[in-house]
């Protein structure tokens, strides 16, 4: 029955060339047409369906205390919103981290508005500081990365003309939503002398010494090596549990910088004190993308620590270029061994 129709088809093409040919080019023209309208990208827009929410309470006593009186509100709250079938949170002293996963195919700008609605409904304590709300997207990847040199300007002076000339006029393009500089020497300003009126100053009288004077307790100071709330979950999301420096092996930094520019977000939530107490494998497997953005005294002190490795960012370079060589390697074919000509028996 199909060879009969497909026979019938092709006579009549045959007998009537001109509809063939005119159905032909009526079917270019639709093809034309709708390849100017399709939405070609090399990564496309896709959003993933959660929002991160992050809440910082310096005052809490204790993480139970900022469980019950900011974290468990503020998870009752994004319950509530439709669409959402799941809330996480972390909770320690001082920070909470909650993660709310939505449906498929929500509209994720439209989720973080009913998400800051429900939020501020809940009555937070005195002197938290406001949530914030975070939605990724591929979208959000930087498009460009440039480094910016001058063998003239000192490295202040080099800033000082990027943040004045340089971003005010990428900003000023409509297709341009954030730009960012990292890097650069930063000096506070220098504050004028104030000038003293001429008074006459009178010595107060001596006070009584006490008898016994208590020794002030010094104030605890911050460990190096402990790495920052935000990275610490950020790890916790991806399944590695770290909380210090020497927790960052140099597998879990070649897991890392598989992520591309993802792992420069991450890493720029390291303060340069961990970057200093980086085992010096690890820091000559730090990515060439984020050292770039470090100031170049910092730079000098990674690349002296990890001299034995190749200098910072040494191992990931050469690792890079040994994966391009294999793949260039694996891409060209071999070539056929050479056969001699045997000669015909008479």
Known sequence: MLSSLFDRITRASLRLNWITIVLALLLIGVGVLAAGDLNQELVPSIEFPQTIVIAQWPDAEDAQMFLDEVTIPMEEAIADID??????????????????????????????????????????????????????????????????????????????????????????????????????????????????????????????EPAATAEPTPEPTADPAALPDALIAAFAQGGQEVSTVADITPELMRLLTGFGPIADQALVLMTPANLRLLDPEVIALLPSSFVDTLDDELQAELDALAADYGGVAGLYEAELAAAEAEAEAEAVPADLPAVEPQPLPE
Do not use: C, W
């Not at 799941?86 to 001082?94: A, D, I, L």
């Not at 480094?147 to 080099?158: C, D, K, N, R, Y």
């Not at 004045?164 to 954030?178: K, W």
């Open 83 to 208: 669409g959402v079938v799941n809330v996480e949170s972390t909770t320690n002293s001082g920070f909470a981290f909650i993660i709310i996963r939505n449906e498929f195919g929500l509209n994720q700008d439209r989720l973080v508005e009913h998400v800051e609605e429900a939020l501020d409904e809940v009555d937070y304590p005195e002197g938290m500081d406001a949530p914030q709300i975070l939605n990724f997207s591929l979208s959000d990847l930087p498009i460009v990365t440039a480094s910016v040199s001058s063998p003239s300007l000192t490295l202040s002076e080099l800033k000082a003309v990027v943040q004045d000339e340089l971003i005010p006029s990428l900003e000023a393009l409509d297709e341009v939503s954030q730009v960012t500089v990292g890097g650069g020497q930063e000096l506070p300003d220098e504050t004028e002398p104030q000038e003293v009126a001429d008074v006459e100053v009178t010595e107060p009288e001596p006070t009584p």
